[in-house]
């Protein structure tokens, strides 16, 4: 509405306004919250403690648009981008190829769920056990004989569960490397200012989603968990020394794949990408699904000073 758009010109001043009486009256913490030892990452996070007040104020003020920031260093001015990112987000079909274009793994399809029909491989009823895939998250799993004992049956669960009008695929399902237990590693890749893919960082979940209490950065160098992550969300402030320095492997060979799969992406705006890996039972770096990191790129990018530089110097802003 007009008011609305009356209001847009005052909210830098209001904003300002806030930071500085956030800032001077209420004081200025101090950014320790960040272990002493550095990331597993390209970008060494380190903590930003005695920044000058000018310099702290900005920072601050900076941090109020770090997902408006986020969002314009993950697609740019793209319209078509910008689509993708509020409206109709890319489905996990696309990932799949584009891992499997680059040599990666990813769990074999066995059938998809649309339209109200199952579209399905004739082996289906070979695997004891498969995985309900929906929007790139494991929904559910059901057992052949438990659940259902044939194809018929396997349609009425879905519909049952409420898969009526909704996509869905059906995957294997893909257990862990026994020794690791369940958990996912997020590959972040971004192109720098030479329009280079590099790996920013390498995320750990001790768990298949980021609702886990207990997540650690990983050294992409030696495989190993090096330090826990509280910063990334509220939910991730469990951190356990069980789980540092634990060995993954096969992440030089992951990397190589999601390397290779953001530099041949067909979408040249496409500045960040978030690649799920889990490493499996027959030790293999398995793909679970990608997306695009307009909320992972701020939680680097403003996480300190010194990496809000970083990525205005090093990172490319504009396709």
């Given at each position: 509405?007009?008011?609305?758009?009356?209001?847009?010109?005052?909210?830098?001043g209001?904003?300002?306004?806030?930071?500085?009486?956030?800032?001077?009256?209420?004081?200025?913490?101090?950014?320790?919250?960040?272990?002493?030892?550095?990331?597993?990452?390209?970008?060494?996070?380190?903590?930003?403690?005695?920044?000058?007040?000018?310099?702290?104020?900005?920072?601050?003020?900076?941090?109020?648009?770090?997902?408006?920031?986020?969002?314009?260093?993950?697609?740019?001015?793209?319209?078509?981008?910008?689509?993708?990112?509020l409206?109709?987000?890319?489905?996990?079909?696309?990932?799949?190829?584009?891992?499997?274009?680059?040599?990666?793994?990813?769990?074999y399809q066995?059938?998809?769920?649309?339209?109200?029909?199952?579209?399905y491989?004739?082996?289906i009823?070979?695997?004891?056990?498969?995985?309900?895939?929906?929007?790139?998250?494991?929904?559910?799993?059901?057992?052949?004989?438990t659940?259902?004992?044939?194809?018929?049956?396997?349609?009425?669960?879905?519909?049952?569960?409420?898969?009526?009008?909704?996509?869905?695929?059906?995957?294997?399902?893909?257990?862990?490397?026994?020794?690791?237990?369940?958990?996912?590693?997020?590959?972040?890749?971004?192109?720098?200012?030479?329009?280079?893919?590099?790996?920013?960082?390498?995320?750990?979940?001790?768990?298949?989603?980021?609702?886990?209490?207990?997540?650690?950065?990983?050294?992409?160098?030696?495989?190993?968990?090096?330090?826990?992550?509280?910063?990334?969300?509220?939910?991730?402030?469990?951190?356990?020394?069980?789980?540092?320095?634990?060995?993954?492997?096969?992440?030089?060979e992951?990397?190589?794949?999601?390397?290779?799969?953001?530099?041949?992406?067909?979408?040249?705006?496409?500045?960040?990408?978030?690649?799920?890996?889990?490493?499996?039972?027959?030790?293999?770096?398995?793909?679970?699904?990608?997306?695009?990191?307009?909320?992972?790129?701020?939680?680097?990018?403003?996480?300190?000073?010194?990496?809000?530089?970083?990525?205005?110097?090093?990172?490319?802003?504009?396709?």
């Open positions: 509405s007009s008011g609305i758009n009356a209001e847009w010109p005052l909210r830098p209001v904003l300002i306004a806030q930071t500085v009486w956030e800032g001077v009256v209420t004081g200025i913490p101090i950014y320790d919250h960040m272990p002493d030892h550095p990331s597993s990452s390209s970008i060494t996070i380190t903590s930003d403690r005695d920044l000058p007040l000018s310099i702290e104020l900005l920072y601050r003020y900076l941090k109020t648009f770090s997902i408006y920031i986020g969002n314009f260093y993950t697609v740019g001015p793209s319209a078509e981008g910008l689509d993708m990112l409206h109709n987000p890319i489905d996990l079909s696309f990932w799949r190829s584009e891992v499997k274009r680059a040599g990666g793994t990813t769990p066995l059938a998809e769920w649309t339209d109200n029909q199952l579209l491989q004739d082996c009823l070979e695997f004891g056990e498969v995985a309900v895939v929906s929007g790139g998250r494991q929904e559910a799993e059901l057992r052949l004989g659940d259902y004992t044939t194809v018929e049956d396997l349609a009425g669960v879905l519909i049952r569960r409420g898969y009526g009008n909704r996509s869905c695929r059906i995957l294997e399902v893909v257990r862990p490397l026994p020794r690791l237990g369940v958990h996912s590693l997020t590959l972040l890749t971004a192109r720098d200012s030479r329009g280079r893919v590099i790996l920013l960082d390498v995320l750990l979940w001790t768990d298949t989603s980021s609702n886990t209490g207990q997540n650690y950065m990983v050294d992409h160098r030696s495989g190993r968990s090096k330090a826990p992550c509280p910063w990334y969300s509220p939910r991730c402030n469990q951190p356990n020394r069980l789980g540092l320095g634990v060995f993954y492997p096969r992440l030089d992951a990397l190589e794949v999601v390397e290779e799969a953001h530099g041949a992406l067909p979408q040249p705006w496409m500045r960040a990408v978030g690649w799920r890996v889990m490493i499996n039972e027959d030790d293999t770096a398995v793909f679970l699904d990608g997306e695009m990191s307009p909320w992972q790129c701020p939680k680097r990018m403003f996480l300190t000073f010194t990496n809000f530089l970083y990525f205005v110097k090093h990172i490319s802003w504009v396709p």
